[in-house]
């Protein structure tokens, strides 16, 4: 499945969902191009997670559409979903999204084994993505034994091992302080130009949201301002 370039990889159109009596989207809208980096800012509330969570296919809308390549989401069987999100996507939290029982080296291979790879390969793969977000020497170690910063790398190279189309991110540098924040976004944003992913990224902080190569704001549940696509 070829998508052209300046085609939008990834479209929102006219979302809606609510929360019980809570309207989390009210026609939301927007495209992600493939490759390139957005940042979703917005108040506290203003429904970006919830669009994030649509746009992965984890959350199905009330009405409108999410279409990848082409495909809508919604028209999909959970288990053609859940392939989608193993193959084409990768995903980096805020917290709490490695598996403590493995180590990190074996967090980073996961991947790549429910995708079918031998373990050798994978192991071999998640050692060279270690490296690259420079966190090689914490291969053996399991997630409760690392700094917040590092565990955070490993989840972008987890993120990353399968060579997604998008990256979603979900405030990846919340836990950590803005030294640490800034290396996490640096290796995150130079690991998606290194394979040519695209990046969706929910921030509430500015300095975070400048390492994009766009901004779309959310507010009451819908993208009010938003660069054209080009
Ligand atoms: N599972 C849920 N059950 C009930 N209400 C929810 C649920 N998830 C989100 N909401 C509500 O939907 C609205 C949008 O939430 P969402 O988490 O998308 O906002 P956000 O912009 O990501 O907020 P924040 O920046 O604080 O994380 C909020 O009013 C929130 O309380």
Redesign the pocket.
Known sequence: MTTPLNDPLLIAEDLHLS??P?R?LDSASLRVRAGEVLALM??????????LHCLAGILIPESGRVLFAGRDLSAMSDAERSALRRTEFGFVFQFGQLVPELTCLENVALPLRLAGTGRREAQRHAAEWLERLEVADVARKRPGQVSGGQGQRVAVARALVTRPKVVFAD?PTGALDSLNGEKVMQLLVSAARHTGAAVVL?T?ETRVAAYSDREAV?RD?RVREQEPVR
Do not use: D, R
Not at 42 to 51: C, E, Q, R, V, Y
């Open positions: 929360f019980g809570t989390a917005g108040p506290s509330g203003s429904g970006k997670s919830t669009l405030e929910v509430h959310v549940g």
